[in-house]
């Protein structure tokens, strides 16, 4: 597509549920990031996944946070039994096709998670 | 560890006037120096960027940014404002060599008066 797309845009639910965010990268880029933003603050990096290689996950707050990618298209944030604390927006970037240090990051829209 | 600083949570200016909003950071090495805006219920869009080479950066819109070193500042600048400019602007950092990821400020809301 011509960019980041994600979904739900909306995502309401009880505390104990478990949601599923869905990130559909730019078309070719191979790299792919998503973070947390919460109200009035900056974004919290929380995993990066780069072609082939291990993901890095040294951002997500705690195990009750998963993701995969499926080859270097989508990819699904997991948060199992969600607190109250998890209520945040949680946007999605990718990256060009060079992966280096210098590529912009392109972001969707962002999924607001509200746990009730 | 790298880290972004925003001063100012909040800034206005008038219509036609020129605007900053400002971004220092910290990290060891080269830094590369980004600036996204958000608009209400939507995601980021990148500005610009400060890779290498010349210390003023022109971007989107009419925004530029000028690095200093020294200063270990990354200010985004417009000459002149106009009311569609009101968002919420972050600087974002990554040092070269470094983890992949973007270290971001806490944002600074802008608010163009007419």
């Known amino acids: 597509g011509a960019g980041v797309s994600q979904s739900p845009s909306n995502k309401v639910t009880e505390k104990g549920k478990d949601v599923e965010l869905r990130c559909d990268p730019i078309?070719?880029?191979?790299?792919l990031y998503w973070y947390r933003q919460r109200l009035g603050q900056g974004l919290e990096f929380l995993i990066y996944?780069?072609?082939?290689?291990?993901?890095?996950k040294s951002g997500l707050p705690s195990d009750r946070f998963s993701a995969e990618r499926t080859g270097e298209s989508v990819s699904t944030l997991t948060i199992q039994r969600t607190q109250q604390e998890d209520s945040a927006v949680y946007l999605c970037?990718?990256?060009?096709?060079?992966?280096?240090?210098?590529?912009?990051?392109?972001f969707g829209p962002g999924t607001r998670l509200t746990v009730l | 560890a790298q880290s972004v600083a925003q001063p100012e949570d909040q800034v206005n200016v008038a219509e036609g006037n020129p605007l900053t909003v400002k971004c220092t950071y910290s990290?060891?090495?080269?830094?590369?120096l980004f600036w996204y805006v958000q608009y209400p219920n939507r995601g980021l869009q990148f500005l610009l960027k400060?890779?290498?080479?010349?210390?003023l950066v022109k971007g989107s819109y009419g925004f530029e940014a000028e690095f200093n070193k020294s200063q270990t500042s990354f200010h985004l600048k417009k000459p002149s404002a106009l009311v569609s400019d009101s968002a919420l602007y972050f600087c974002?950092?990554?040092?070269?060599?470094?983890?992949?990821?973007?270290?971001f400020g806490s944002g600074t809301q802008l608010t163009v008066l007419p």
């Open positions: 970037a990718s990256t060009g096709t060079s992966g280096g240090w210098t590529d912009t990051q392109y």
């Open positions: 078309s070719g880029h191979t790299a």
């Open positions: 996944f780069q072609g082939n290689s291990a993901p890095d």
């Open positions: 990290v060891s090495g080269n830094p590369y």
């Open positions: 400060y890779i290498t080479g010349d210390n």
């Open positions: 974002a950092v990554r040092r070269s060599g470094s983890a992949r990821q973007l270290t």
